[in-house]
């Protein structure tokens, strides 16, 4: 199922992040976490989310 709203990056690791759970601690699960998200946020589709929204449109991800 596709993850409406979120960057191709970011749906990537919220599907690696929920099945990791399942056998992680909380701690890990959070430390995993902050992981992803410095990872997602480095990507050229983080930096149009931005671009978008100072320009009142809708961001065109291009996955990477």
């Known amino acids: 199922r596709e993850f409406a709203g ?3 990056c ?3 690791y919220i ?3 929920l099945n990791a759970a399942e056998s992680m ?3 890990q ?3 995993l ?3 992803n998200m410095m990872q997602c ?3 050229d589709d983080a930096r149009e989310v931005l671009r978008a929204a100072r320009e009142g449109r809708e961001p065109k991800y291009r996955g990477y």
Do not use: D, H, N
């Open 6 to 8: 979120f960057t191709p």
């Open 10 to 12: 970011e749906q990537r």
């Open 15 to 17: 599907k690696r992040s």
């Open 25 to 27: 601690t909380l701690e």
């Open 29 to 31: 699960v959070i430390e």
């Open 33 to 35: 976490e902050a992981y």
């Open 41 to 43: 946020s480095a990507t």
